[in-house]
């Protein structure tokens, strides 16, 4: 079990930006995939990016792809979003998740066992 908090949510303007942080409670950070988790008010929770423990393979949802950058310092046990060109359909409250090891399917919610309480991003247009 590892413990995750994000941080760095909030109110921004249609094309700006913000960073999230995730930060792990526990040594062996560096064993973990990390992914990152969005789920808007009447919508499912749907896959934003993710990044392998092993060589940090990145991967994102086509709807991210070249506005959003994942990336992770092991030292400080804190994986990154950075979110830049938001739109106001970014708007939701993103999820942290972390599971050790390699996984099947970075896309899919139910392969990430560890989870953080979430942070509300919400684009205004």
């Known amino acids: 079990q590892v413990q995750l908090v994000e941080s760095g949510g909030g109110l921004v303007q249609a094309g700006g930006s913000l960073r999230l942080s995730c930060a792990a409670s526990?040594?062996?950070?560096?064993?973990?995939?990390m992914g990152w988790f969005r789920q808007a008010p009447g919508k499912e929770r749907e896959f934003v990016a993710a990044?392998?423990?092993?060589?940090?393979?990145?991967y994102y949802a086509d709807s991210v792809k070249g506005r959003f950058t994942i990336s992770r310092d092991n030292a400080k046990n804190t994986v990154y979003l950075q979110m830049n060109s938001l739109k106001p359909e970014d708007t939701a409250v993103y999820y942290c998740?972390?599971?050790?090891?390699?996984?099947?399917?970075?896309?899919?919610?139910?392969?990430?066992?560890?989870w953080g309480q979430g942070t509300q991003v919400t684009v205004s247009s």
């Open positions: 998740a972390a599971e050790v090891g390699l996984i099947a399917n970075y896309y899919s919610d139910y392969e990430y066992k560890n």
């Open positions: 526990r040594r062996g950070f560096s064993m973990y995939t």
């Open positions: 990044i392998s423990w092993s060589n940090s393979n990145t």
